[in-house]
């Protein structure tokens, strides 16, 4: 299922001696330029009632018509499953994630998915590509994170994040008592031999990950997490890489580990906490119409603030 809409320009004088696709560009700055060289591939831009192909260079002065045809994804289903919204107006949508909640339908979560809640509380976004979903947070993570409601602010938001000026902060929990906040910078790419897990490998994309500590305890360190890049399960990884895994992680955990002389509550809680304790606490970033900066931020999730209420109380008690 698609829809059609007729985009008409002229080429600027200027232009003169300019690729196809690079003058598109600058005609129609609210699509990305790999969707307008679909567009003239498939035959759906016209030049003077003729079909280029991206490179060829044009004059200045030719009219320029291009059917921009939006695909319209049937097979994702609006359910009405609650969102909590955070922030929303006719280009975006900031939403705080819960854990348990998949972000986009795959093998095994075919449906009761966020995309599912968007297109049930926002059908248009069934004409963007992902849903209008910019960046992705893990099932068990909880936070915030962003949604075009378009085509154009879908391309504005995808910039920003490559520019890496989208501001995306963290908190997690993480083992062990680290002394100091730090930098990993390390790449990342699929494990050599599991392929469903992430692995810093040498051959792997750039991944940049700063830390600071908030508060220490007896065996485990509260830090805030500023993303510099946006690979998958980026901070998972990296914080097991040096060896101070995030508690609860089912994948890049370590095996579990108890204070010696904990009490009960302490013990309970580290053995049922069963995901990884990790949060998208803040979210910073430049309307993608208005360009005002903005910034939103959503409390620790009730499981990490007991979580962090018991490993208070076990470093009070044995202080």
């Not at 500590?213 to 830090?223: L, P, S």
């Not at 979580?307 to 208070?312: A, G, I, R, T």
Request: glycine letters at 6%.
């Amino acid at each position: 299922m698609s829809e059609t809409e007729t985009l008409c320009a002229e080429v600027p004088a200027d232009a003169a001696g300019q690729r196809l696709d690079q003058v598109l560009a600058r005609l129609f700055p609210d699509y990305s330029r790999a969707r307008l060289q679909q567009w003239i591939k498939a035959g759906q831009v016209m030049v003077d009632g003729k079909q280029l192909r991206p490179k060829d260079k044009v004059m200045g002065g030719e009219q320029v018509e291009v059917q921009a045809v939006t695909e319209t994804e049937v097979t994702w289903q609006a359910q009405p499953i609650p969102l909590t919204i955070v922030y929303e107006d006719d280009e975006i949508l900031v939403i705080n994630k819960p854990a348990g909640l998949v972000v986009h339908p795959a093998t095994g979560n075919p449906d009761g998915t966020l995309v599912n809640a968007l297109l049930n509380h926002a059908p248009e976004l069934s004409e963007v590509p992902r849903a209008g979903i910019i960046h992705r947070l893990d099932k068990d993570t909880t936070g915030l994170l962003v949604v075009a409601r378009n085509l154009r602010s879908q391309k504005h938001l995808v910039e920003m994040l490559q520019a890496r000026v989208m501001k995306r902060q963290y908190q997690a929990v993480v083992c062990g008592v680290l002394l100091s906040g730090s930098t990993v910078d390390e790449p990342i790419g699929r494990h050599p031999v599991d392929r469903k897990r992430m692995a810093v490998v040498h051959n792997g994309k750039e991944a940049v990950t700063h830390y600071r500590v908030i508060q220490r305890y007896r065996a485990h360190t509260h830090v805030r997490v500023d993303l510099e890049t946006g690979r998958t399960h980026q901070i998972r990884v990296h914080m097991a890489h040096i060896r101070h895994p995030l508690v609860g992680d089912q994948v890049y955990g370590q095996r579990l580990r108890i204070p010696p002389n904990s009490c009960e509550q302490m013990i309970n809680m580290l053995r049922s906490f069963k995901r990884q304790a990790l949060h998208a606490a803040r979210l910073g970033l430049q309307h993608p119409v208005t360009g005002e900066e903005m910034e939103w931020e959503a409390p620790l999730p009730e499981d990490m603030v007991k979580l962090l209420d018991v490993l208070q109380a076990d470093a009070a008690e044995h202080d």
